[in-house]
């Protein structure tokens, strides 16, 4: 298993360009995370999925949309990069157990990202 | 609205030294809380998920414990070696399983 991926490694983006960040896992996890990692705020919640098709709002979701349209992939797309958004972005997923509760998480190498 | 600190935020050791690293959370209503070592420019790499059931978890030399009474978790390493230098993040759930809150880390260097 290739565990958790993500692309691109390195991306650096202008002011008001759009673009997406990949996740893809292949370990079947129903649940999967995005999240960011700032110096000194540690890493926060932007966005979450439960499923295919259900996604939810995290700590920091301005600015950032996703999608689950399959099991394996959970895309983030920033609209309009702004210099704030400059950070490093994971992306994790786990299993859900049969009580319903998330379990551990497993997360991919990251991507990133400079806002000029 | 769950809250997770570290302490200390660096440490320094000599090789061989053991040594507890703290977690400590406001909300103790926690299905798990799970413990991660991040080397420099690097992603997050899971050690040791501890099920609010349990007290204990043991990976080797590192062995975490949980008491959500005082909402406190450990992170104890054994024999620390040159190649444990790394942060370490502990992350408990936010009114949710799938919702982590991650401390800010300590930055562990143990030297040779």
């Known amino acids: 298993n290739a565990g958790v991926t993500q692309t691109p490694k390195f991306q650096v983006l202008k002011t008001g360009q759009s673009m997406t960040l990949q996740c893809a896992q292949d370990?079947?996890?129903?649940?999967m995370s995005w999240y960011r990692q700032d110096p000194g705020m540690g890493l926060r919640l932007i966005h979450y999925?439960?499923?295919?098709?259900?996604?939810d709002q995290g700590e920091v979701p301005n600015g950032y949309n996703v999608s689950r349209s399959t099991t394996e992939d959970f895309p983030l797309r920033l609209l309009s990069a702004a210099p704030s958004q400059t950070s490093v972005y994971f992306c994790?997923?786990?299993?859900?157990?049969?009580?319903?509760?998330?379990?551990?998480?497993?997360f991919g190498p990251g991507t990133r990202l400079t806002v000029l | 609205k769950q809250e997770v600190t570290q302490i200390p935020a660096a440490l320094s050791v000599p090789e061989g030294e053991n040594l507890v690293l703290n977690c400590s959370f406001t909300d103790s209503a926690i299905y798990n809380l799970q413990w991660f070592r991040q080397d420099p420019g690097k992603g997050l790499t899971s050690l040791l998920l501890i099920q609010s059931s349990q007290r204990e978890q043991t990976s080797g030399r590192l062995n975490a414990s949980l008491d959500k009474s005082s909402g406190r978790s450990t992170l104890y390493i054994a024999a620390s070696q040159p190649g444990d230098s790394a942060t370490y993040l502990c992350?408990?759930?936010?009114?949710?399983?799938?919702?982590?809150?991650f401390g800010t880390g300590t930055r562990l260097l143990v030297s040779p």
């Open positions: 992350a408990a759930p936010n009114t949710g399983f799938q919702k982590l809150v």
């Open positions: 999925s439960v499923g295919a098709g259900i996604t």
């Open positions: 370990m079947n996890h129903e649940y």
């Open positions: 994790a997923s786990s299993y859900r157990t049969t009580s319903g509760v998330g379990n551990e998480q497993f």
